[in-house]
């Protein structure tokens, strides 16, 4: 059986709007008649009137999530103003690394020799 979800290319959590506006999309992109009653056409609509009748419907689709182990999860959002930089400059590694480079730098001709 295929996932109604992914048939109309929607999240888990879309609302019935959602569906709607999925379903009609699809249905009118795979409309027999626009695609020559082609046999593959005839059985996506199909499939996509399934998917809205079990999804539309509040008892079917619990029904169909349980059964197809979907998970629905809440999402909250939660806006945050910050009034600073978010993350301020750790010298200390900024220190490390200009010493590391100044050490590479002054040991050079000291490993490689004077070659004059």
Do not use: C
Not at 8 to 29: F, P, Q, R, T
Not at 44 to 72: C, P, S, W
Request: charged letters at 30%.
């Amino acid at each position: 059986m295929e996932n109604f979800y992914e048939v109309l290319g929607i999240n888990v959590n879309a609302s019935k709007e959602e569906i709607k506006a999925a379903y009609n999309k699809m249905v009118k992109i795979h409309h027999p008649d626009r695609n020559n009653d082609h046999v593959s056409s005839k059985a996506m609509t199909l499939l996509f009137n399934e998917a809205y009748d079990v999804l539309m419907d509040e008892e079917k689709r619990k029904a169909y999530d349980i059964k197809h182990g979907v998970i629905q999860a809440e999402v909250k959002t939660k806006m945050i103003y910050i009034d600073r930089p978010v993350k301020s400059i750790d010298w200390s590694i900024v220190i490390g690394t200009i010493a590391a480079i100044l050490l590479v730098i002054l040991f050079i001709p000291v490993l490689f020799g004077d070659r004059k």
